[in-house]
């Protein structure tokens, strides 16, 4: 089962950034998650994370950060956890 990690904030589409709240667990570089939305659902690899405009390798439950995201997004969207480094 895939668990609800966090979701989108906000989405800039020129730099193809989403913001992400993430809920209760922490968001690593290596994760695997599926977006989830209305319209779209696809599957990425988190292979970077930014706080701040700083590159970091985790993101604390509670916490939000920068992901570079391969699909446009929008806020409401839905992160779900399916696998981990």
């Known amino acids: ?8 904030t906000h989405y800039y589409d020129k730099i193809g950034v989403a913001v992400v709240s993430v809920m209760n667990q922490p968001l690593k570089v290596g994760d695997t998650v599926k977006i989830s939305g209305h319209d779209s659902e696809f599957t990425q690899d988190i292979t970077s994370l930014q706080v701040e405009h700083a590159k970091v390798p985790e993101v604390a439950a509670g916490d939000s950060c920068g992901l570079k995201v391969d699909q446009p997004v929008k806020e409401g969207d839905r992160i779900f956890l399916i696998g981990h480094s």
């Open 1 to 8: 089962m895939d668990i609800q990690i966090g979701r989108i």
